[in-house]
C-alpha cells in the first residue's frame, strides 16, 4: 500500500474516532471539572512532521486545522493557524537534534502545548472565552496533553515503520 493513502487514511480513521467513540470516554462525561480534548489525529500530524520534515507536516497540520475549525470551531482559522505552526516548528526542530524517543517526547510535549495555548489566545484575545489562564492550565491543558502524548509515545515506532525514513517526500526540508 502506498505510504500517503496508508496515511491519510489512518488520518480519516482518527479524526472519526476522535469525535464519535473517544467522547464518552473523556472526564467531563463523568461529572468531572477536568476538561479533555483527544487530538490523536493531530498528533499523527505531529510525528509525520517529525519524521517526514517540516514541510509535509504544516500541510498536513493546515489541513487538519481548518477540519477542526469547521468540525468544532464556530471561526475558521484558529485551529489552522495553531496546528500548521506547531507542526512546522515540531518538524523544524529535528533539523538540530538526532531523533530518539526522549527528544520526541519532548517535542510532542511543547508542541502539544503551543497549540493549545495559541488557540486559548486567541480565544481569549477575542472575548469567545472567560476562562482564566490558571483554569485552562489545571483543568484543560495538563488532561488534554498528557493523554494526547502518551498517545504519540505510544504510535511512534510504529508511524515510523508505516510511513517510513528514507522516502524522497521531503525529509528534513
Known sequence: MNARAALLGLLFLLVLVESTWLPPFSPQH?????????RFSFVVVLLVAMIRGRRVGFWLGLALGF?????????IGVYAF?????????????LFFHRNLLVVGVVLLG????????VFG????FLWTA????????????????VNALF???VYRPLLGLIGRDTDDGAGT
Do not use: N
Open 30 to 38: 463523568f461529572g468531572s471539572p477536568f476538561l479533555m480534548a483527544f
Open 67 to 75: 477540519l477542526h475549525d469547521v468540525l468544532y470551531s464556530g471561526v
Open 82 to 94: 495553531g496546528m500548521g505552526l506547531t507542526a512546522y516548528l515540531a518538524g523544524y526542530a529535528f
Open 111 to 118: 508542541a502539544l502545548v503551543a497549540c493549545e495555548l495559541i
Open 122 to 125: 486567541f480565544y481569549r484575545l
Open 131 to 146: 476562562a482564566p489562564l490558571q483554569t485552562f492550565w489545571l483543568y484543560y491543558l495538563i488532561p488534554t496533553v498528557a
Open 152 to 154: 504519540g509515545l505510544l
